[in-house]
């Protein structure tokens, strides 16, 4: 005697299995170009706030120019060798991160003086880095006024290794970025770039 096995109720799952998988692409898609547009217009957007503040430098007498704006705005950084521009906000939340590079809190200002810590996502704004050589030049344009730096050197580190951050003295910049930069998943490490002050001679 012959038994037939019904392949529907087979069929039919691996259907709903298909359709589900389906959507949860379209949906992955969706956000992926979500964050693309949306990182972009914002970009677009600090980038003109800060040209609107950078013709009004104070004068003598008038008070300084606060170091971030109303909506955490701390600069532009540039590293024309890399073809790298990014907007700097205040701070290092998901959200800032998604959208710009982030001025590490406890960090200096620039010009002030200090060690100015900016972070950035690896797979983002900051995936040039890995290119980046001792001497390269790194412009920070500011709320205030415009800083040049000069690469001096290059560092992987642990992500615990807060020492890079901290103060020499003398003024300097620390780019900060998770490292390897084509490791699948959170990397285990982090790229430091180091760069000090040019001052004009």
């Known amino acids: 005697m012959k038994v037939f096995v019904r392949k529907q109720p087979v069929r039919l799952f691996l259907k709903w299995v298909q359709r589900a998988l389906f959507a949860a692409a379209i949906l992955m898609l969706s956000y992926a170009g979500f964050v693309v547009v949306d990182t972009w217009i914002f970009q677009k957007q ?3 706030a800060l040209a609107r503040f950078i013709p009004e430098r104070p004068a ?3 008070p300084e120019v ?5 909506d955490g705005l701390i600069g ?3 590293i024309p060798g890399l073809e790298l521009s990014v907007m700097v906000l205040e701070g290092t ?4 991160l998604r959208r710009a590079a982030g001025h590490i809190a406890g960090t200096a ?5 200090g060690n100015v810590g900016i972070a950035g996502h690896r797979d983002t704004f900051f995936r040039p880095l890995r290119k980046i050589r001792p001497d390269d030049l790194i412009t920070l344009t500011t709320l205030r006024s415009e800083y040049r730096y000069r690469v001096v050197f290059t560092k992987v580190v642990s992500p615990d290794n807060v020492a890079m951050l901290s103060s020499g003295g003398s003024e300097s910049l620390t780019l900060v970025t998770c490292y390897p930069f ?3 998943g959170p990397a285990p490490d982090r790229f430091i770039v180091r760069a000090t002050r040019v001052t004009a001679s």
């Open 46 to 48: 600090e980038d003109a």
């Open 60 to 62: 003598d007498g008038v």
């Open 182 to 184: 084509y490791f699948l």
């Open 76 to 78: 532009r950084l540039a």
């Open 109 to 113: 200002f620039p010009g002030q003086g």
């Open 93 to 96: 939340s998901h959200k800032t």
């Open 66 to 70: 606060a170091a971030a704006g109303p």
